[in-house]
């Protein structure tokens, strides 16, 4: 895949939006691309996609700033999901699983045990679902303050569990240690795979 940048769209202090021709084998086609500033730097965060229309991307980049979806001061960037990081850990939320529909779900707080948090690069990226209402989250977190409340709730309430495997390189998950031992197994012999793949 080949990507050559043709303008940046809009840029703010926070985030920016850069116009981009993304092409595979020879076919290609301009797409958008959002980034944002994390400590000083340009982070990519979402994967191309494509506006159809100048509506579309005012939409969407209004609600950049006005829906909640990061929250620089906090530190903190959501991929999707609802809420901040800490309201994942609720015992009932305000869910709205629509413009117009908005439900009060009890045991919110119950977990799928892939709910984890590990490091990438110099962050960390946390996200699991809910299993009373499957409802899947995923944020990018950089404050340091934050994210070590996040392990601290996953280790006492949820008995999850550190893992500095050279795998995992750091990550903190409530997958039982049988359930993630078999993960690592998982991803040695997928990698013994390409590695034979490419001899």
């Known amino acids: 895949m080949t990507v050559k940048d043709i303008k940046i769209l809009k840029q703010t202090n926070n985030y920016?939006?850069?116009?981009?021709?993304?092409s595979v084998f020879g076919n290609g086609e301009r797409k958008e691309r959002l980034e944002i500033k994390i400590k000083n730097k340009w982070v990519f965060v979402q994967n191309y996609y494509h506006f159809n229309d100048e509506k579309n991307f005012e939409k969407y980049s209004d609600?950049?700033?006005?829906?909640?979806r990061f929250n620089?001061?906090?530190?903190?960037?959501?991929?999707?999901?609802?809420?901040t990081p800490l309201d994942q850990f609720?015992?009932?939320?305000?869910?709205s699983f629509s413009k117009?529909?908005?439900t009060t779900v009890k045991d919110f707080e119950i977990l799928e045990n892939f709910t984890e948090i590990?490091?990438?690069?110099?962050?960390?990226?946390?996200?699991?679902?809910?299993?009373?209402?499957?409802?899947?989250?995923?944020f990018l977190i950089w404050d340091k303050k934050l994210k070590k409340e996040i392990e601290k709730i996953l280790v006492t309430k949820y008995q999850g569990f550190v893992c500095k495997h050279e795998i995992c390189e750091y990550t903190v998950t409530i997958k039982s240690k049988k359930e993630h031992e078999e993960f690592h197994q998982r991803v040695k012999e997928r990698r013994i795979e390409q590695k034979a793949l490419k001899n």
């Open 90 to 95: 609720k015992k009932s939320f305000k869910y």
């Open 100 to 102: 117009d529909s908005q």
């Open 118 to 138: 590990f490091k990438v690069g110099n962050i960390w990226q946390f996200h699991g679902n809910h299993r009373k209402i499957s409802a899947a989250f995923q």
């Open 72 to 83: 620089p001061k906090q530190g903190w960037f959501k991929n999707y999901g609802q809420g």
């Open 63 to 68: 609600a950049l700033e006005h829906a909640k």
């Open 16 to 22: 920016r939006i850069t116009l981009c021709y993304v």
